[in-house]
């Protein structure tokens, strides 16, 4: 069956969202058809609105909507300890936690060489720049535990190790409630290889 142009439209639009198949791109534009012609315009003005007002922040590469971020505004945050993430949403996830009050710097991505993503298209030379001052005296690396992130996380740590910063690694293992018998071979070596004393 062909579809309208305009609906056609809209359905490709959807489906070139992340996450979002063919089923369900078209589910969302019958949904956007059945929507008041006001709530329409708001969220398409909400679109066009976070592309056009929504930066990076000048020091620690988070979205923001003026020069810094709220973070980095923060004078009762710990300076001297960072915390490299990979994305933006990694950072919501961080602060969810209530457990970290340092500061982040986003590298936007990780080392991927068979997707052409080298050091030069990450912010690893922003991050460099920043730890000259002096003041940082730990970069704790939290990147995922997936093969790109965990070449990201070595190649920092042997790139900051001889500046004379203190370079840690988030733990990885069992999540909190998680029963034994139910995690995978690579989930177990992490927890061993993590494990602390007590």
């Given at each position: 069956m062909r579809?309208?142009?305009p609906l056609a439209r809209l359905h490709e639009q959807l489906r070139r969202l992340p996450g979002i198949g063919s089923k369900t791109a078209l589910r969302l534009a019958y949904h956007v058809l059945d929507m008041p012609s006001e709530?329409?315009?708001?969220?398409?003005?909400?679109?066009?609105s976070a592309k056009e007002q929504i930066r990076l922040c000048a020091c620690c590469f988070d979205l923001c909507d003026s020069d810094l971020c709220d973070i980095c505004?923060?004078?009762?945050r710990d300076r001297t300890v960072?915390?490299?993430i990979e994305q933006p949403q990694d950072l919501m996830a961080m602060e969810r936690s209530r457990g970290y009050k340092g500061l982040y710097h986003v590298l936007h991505g990780v080392?991927?060489?068979?997707?052409?993503?080298?050091?030069?298209?990450?912010?690893?030379k922003e991050l460099l720049v920043r730890l000259q001052s002096g003041e940082i005296k730990?970069?704790?690396?939290a990147t995922n535990s997936d093969v790109e992130g965990e070449a990201t996380a070595t190649y920092l740590a042997h790139l900051l190790k001889?500046?004379?910063?203190?370079?840690?690694r988030i733990a990885h293992g069992l999540p909190v409630g998680g029963d034994l018998e139910y995690a995978d071979e690579v989930t177990?070596?992490?927890?061993?290889e993590n494990r602390r004393n007590m």
């Open positions: 579809m309208i142009k709530d329409v315009r708001e969220l398409a003005d909400a679109l066009i505004r923060d004078k009762t960072v915390c490299v080392l991927s060489p068979l997707d052409g993503v080298g050091p030069e298209q990450l912010k690893i730990e970069v704790i690396v001889p500046i004379g910063v203190t370079v840690s177990l070596s992490k927890a061993l």
